[in-house]
């Protein structure tokens, strides 16, 4: 067997295998990526796989239990809600209003996503609005 | 004054399309005056956006809230030296650091090569220049950080209090100072192309510039996971989020140039692969600095969603296109002049090297973008997060780091099954020993077991190069002890400063290894008196106090810390409330030691008086510090060898 061949087919495989751990990375660790209104209106969710939420911290509905620690508010796009629960510590930046970014479990049934990952947006855009316009 | 920061930098904008215009003009007609006039042109352009730097910078630090970028990202309260940072903070600050990065990059290219008359490096200087017109272009017409508000508000929004760390003042620099680089090699990739450009002797200088950069970036993603680590307030130190992913995705494709240039070097192979790592490299510098700044992806990071996407987008596009275009047009000059002899050889092993370092920018790239892809695709929207990076890139960066071993130890063309042998027989041995004594200690899983096996591995070889190089040169050297390693390593600085960056990429595996299998946690709301166990060591609450500095109030609480029964002294874990942004602080304490990290956090008080603690044990993670300090001062003992410059000068390559 020429050595160029066998580069071509060490590299096959290499390329190969990496192509494999990639599909069934995605297969296996992909998140629906859904606004709340999509996953609100899904009449059947699917069977499998975790869901990723953008939305915002609806006001009036977080409820935090330091001591778990364990919070759970419902996250809205302004049509619908679906509410969340976070098992661990409130992140800095969260609160009523904010951007949030959730990650987790659906239960479809009663309406709630079992996060394990909450990321807050950084609030810093919306703080700089307010300043007015430019000079002409 | 803003008017003058506004004027400095359309000036800088004519200025840089003049210098490519005339430059251009000059290679066309052969003439050195408009060469002259081009080159000039680049020291003006790094002069005026100098002097817009001082004029902003003197705004924020004298606190000029008529100006929007002022009010945007600084207040009364803040600091002086996170003023002067928050140059930095936001999208506009950020494209005029990059400028000024990228003009200081053309003026220092241009005095680091005053002394050679020849058309090629005014070629460099006019990709370079090319590249500025689209920055100041950015910074006259879309993204000016010299606006004037209407009305000066009475106070400033503030800085984002994430950002007021120390870390944060060297880091985006330093990150900047890396990814900004890539234009030179770049630009010297090009000018290659549109010159016609035979010899080696660039290939050299491209390869000293690039381990210039790579340093700077590796050390900047380094002191990015650091910043995070203790400033996000999680326990970990890397998320894979976007952002860092974007700063991850040159340095990987700049990590496969570094060692493919080798093959170019030695054996005139693999050109047309190498100019397009270096292009590659660069567009995800461009890349990178897109995602950070336009906010299409949602990250930590993405404080600014902006109007520069588009423009960001479009730049990649042309100028990939332009590149891609050049490679196609001159074929001919990146024919190879030599054919791969054999799998098994120095040359196979740089070859999987890269195809694994590319495979890994990638799979990072992919997963980045990934609901961008799968919503094309497919219709509907996936994500994938850490679990996915962890899952596909860990058994590659295992596979890298085998090939660390092997690769260095390999002879060019074709490795004998004798070289083999003694090459590889006591590291596999060293391997499997370290392997043998890790399992019973805790380690389980495939990846864990082999990644011990790399490192010992790895080390071996290492340790094994050094002493074969001493040995080799016991004869005509005086040097013992340690002195015969440091009179080795001034031997062939490059070589022995490659080894002593691997040893470090070394020690970086095996922080993480730790840091990762033996993480512990432990939480629990405490009342004073009452104790939080967590491995060894013990945290009894003794109280909490408040406390005022300068813009925010401190919670703290006072936690003594004993390990195995002996007292340490006592950490105070801090929630800061900052005044301007009535925001939260998580702020962490830390004890560290070589062997582990005891990392705590408060959670809060809470309303029975008792208080929410949380505390990891990370273990080895200072390893990964100390390994991006000894691949840094590697870097350093390779890039100080001028051995093959010289050689390659007189060659007149």
């Not at chain 2, 005056?33 to 000039?40: F, T």
């Not at chain 2, 500025?132 to 017409?141: E, S």
């Not at chain 2, 332009?322 to 000059?333: C, S, V």
């Not at chain 2, 900052?578 to 990392?599: G, V």
Request: with cysteine.
């Amino acid at each position: 067997m020429g050595s160029r061949l066998r580069i071509v087919l060490v590299s096959l495989v290499i390329v190969g295998a990496i192509a494999y751990l990639i599909l069934t990375g995605v297969k296996q660790t992909g998140l629906h990526y859904m606004t709340v209104t999509e996953l609100a209106q899904l009449t059947r969710p699917p069977a499998e796989g975790g869901f990723r939420l953008d939305g915002r911290v609806a006001t009036g509905t977080v409820r935090y239990d330091q001591k778990l620690p364990r919070l759970s508010f419902q996250m809205t796009d302004g049509k619908e809600n679906i509410g969340v629960v976070y098992d661990g510590l409130m992140p800095d930046a969260f609160g009523e209003g904010r951007e949030v970014v959730v990650e987790g479990n659906y239960s479809h049934p009663a309406r709630t996503l079992n996060a394990t990952k909450l990321v807050t947006k950084c609030p810093s855009k919306y703080e700089a609005s307010g300043l007015g316009k430019d000079k002409a | 004054m803003s008017e003058i920061g506004r004027l400095a930098v359309i000036l800088a904008f004519i200025a840089s399309c003049y210098a490519v215009v005339s430059i251009a003009w000059g290679l066309r007609t052969s003439m050195a005056g408009p060469l002259r006039s081009g080159r000039r042109a680049v020291w003006v352009v790094c002069g005026l956006t100098l002097l817009a730097t001082v004029i902003l910078v003197q705004a924020l630090t004298s606190l000029d809230f008529r100006w929007r970028y002022v009010a945007e990202h600084t207040s009364r309260d803040l600091p002086m030296m996170y003023r002067v940072s928050s140059l930095w903070a936001g999208q506009e600050g950020s494209l005029l650091l990059w400028l000024l990065i990228l003009s200081s990059y053309g003026a220092a290219f241009l005095w680091a090569y005053r002394k050679r008359l020849d058309p090629f490096y005014d070629a460099v200087a006019m990709v370079v220049a090319a590249v500025m017109v689209f920055f100041t272009g950015l910074l006259t017409f879309v993204s000016s950080p010299f606006r004037i508000l209407a009305t000066a508000p009475a106070d400033g929004n503030g800085l984002n209090p994430l950002l007021q760390d120390p870390g944060m003042m060297i880091h985006p620099p330093i990150l900047y100072t890396g990814y900004v680089g890539f234009i030179i090699p770049f630009a010297f990739g090009i000018a290659v192309l549109l010159m016609n450009r035979t010899g080696t002797r660039w290939i050299e200088e491209v390869r000293r510039w690039t381990l210039f950069n790579w340093m700077f970036l590796g050390t900047g993603i380094l002191m990015g996971a650091r910043w995070a680590y203790i400033e996000l307030g999680w326990g970990g130190y890397w998320g894979w989020d976007p952002v860092e992913n974007a700063s991850l995705m040159p340095w990987l494709v700049g990590t496969a140039f570094l060692h493919s240039v080798m093959v170019e070097q030695r054996r005139g192979m693999l050109k047309t692969w190498n100019v397009a790592l270096i292009v590659l490299t660069f567009e995800l510098s461009i890349f990178g600095t897109f995602l950070t700044r336009s906010g299409v992806l949602t990250s930590v990071h993405s404080f600014t969603e902006s109007n520069i996407g588009p423009w960001f987008m479009g730049f990649i596009l042309i100028s990939s296109t332009i590149a891609a275009a050049l490679i196609l047009y001159r074929k001919a000059l990146l024919e190879s002049e030599n054919r791969l002899d054999a799998v098994v050889s120095r040359e196979g092993s740089f070859l999987f090297n890269n195809v694994l370092f590319v495979a890994l920018a990638f799979a990072t790239f992919l997963g980045t973008v990934f609901p961008v892809v799968s919503e094309a695709v497919t219709g509907s929207k996936i994500s994938v997060s850490a679990p996915f990076f962890n899952r596909v890139n860990v058994p590659i960066a295992l596979a890298l780091l085998l090939l660390t071993g092997a690769g260095p130890v390999l002879s060019w063309r074709r490795a004998t099954a004798s070289v083999l042998k003694r090459n590889f027989l006591i590291p596999a041995f060293v391997g499997l020993l370290a392997a043998v004594i890790g399992i019973p200690l805790g380690l389980h899983g495939v990846y864990p077991v082999l990644c011990v096996f790399g490192v010992a591995f790895v080390a071996s070889t290492i340790v094994m190069e050094f002493a074969r190089g001493i040995q080799a040169r016991k004869d005509v050297s005086e040097a013992r002890g340690a002195m015969s390693v440091v009179s080795l390593v001034q031997k062939n600085k490059r070589r022995y400063g490659g080894y002593i960056v691997h040893a470090g990429m070394v020690v970086i595996f095996v922080g993480v290894l730790g840091s990762t299998v033996f993480q512990k946690e432990s939480h629990g709301p405490l009342r004073v008196g009452e104790k939080l166990a967590i491995g060894p060591y013990a945290l009894t609450l003794r109280g909490v106090e408040e406390k005022q500095v300068t813009n925010a109030q401190q919670t703290r609480a006072v936690l003594d810390v004993s390990r195995g029964g002996k007292s340490l002294g006592q950490a105070r874990p801090a929630k800061a409330m900052y005044f301007k942004s009535q925001q939260p602080m998580t702020e962490i304490a830390l004890r560290q030691t070589s062997a582990e990290d005891l990392y705590m956090i408060l959670g809060g008080v809470n309303d029975d008086g008792s208080v929410s603690i949380q505390a990891y044990i990370n273990p080895l993670v200072s390893f990964i510090w100390v390994g991006g300090l000894i691949m840094a001062l590697g870097t350093i003992i390779a890039l100080t060898d001028r051995m093959r410059l010289r050689r390659e000068e007189k060659l007149g390559g």
